[in-house]
């Protein structure tokens, strides 16, 4: 059977957003400004980590990088930005 294409209506976009996912959002921006805050220095030590081996080689002689309290804010932020990106692919 033939659809004639004057029949096919789009479905209507809908505009709801629910209301955690900005509380959410609020939270990771305000704990990456705790960590730009605090440990704004080892913050750019560790992403500089991923492209200089100088900066690699240190953060492997200063000790264990994940007992650090910045690691598990940054975990939980990893954590929750990939969960949101999953949340709204899908």
């Known amino acids: 059977m ?3 294409l004057l029949d ?3 479905s209507p976009l809908v505009l709801y ?3 955690w996912i900005f509380y959410v959002l609020l939270g990771m921006f305000l ?3 705790w960590i730009q805050l605090f ?3 080892r913050l750019r030590m560790i992403l500089h980590a991923s492209f200089i ?3 690699l080689h240190q953060l ?3 000790g264990d990088l994940f007992n650090e309290r910045i690691s598990i804010a ?3 932020l990893y954590v929750l930005s990939l969960s949101m990106v999953i949340y709204q692919a899908i």
């Open 2 to 4: 033939r659809t004639n």
């Open 8 to 10: 096919i209506h789009p």
């Open 17 to 19: 957003q629910p209301d």
């Open 31 to 33: 704990l990456m400004a």
């Open 39 to 41: 440990y704004g220095p």
């Open 53 to 55: 081996n100088r900066h």
């Open 60 to 62: 492997e002689r200063e």
């Open 74 to 76: 940054l975990s939980i």
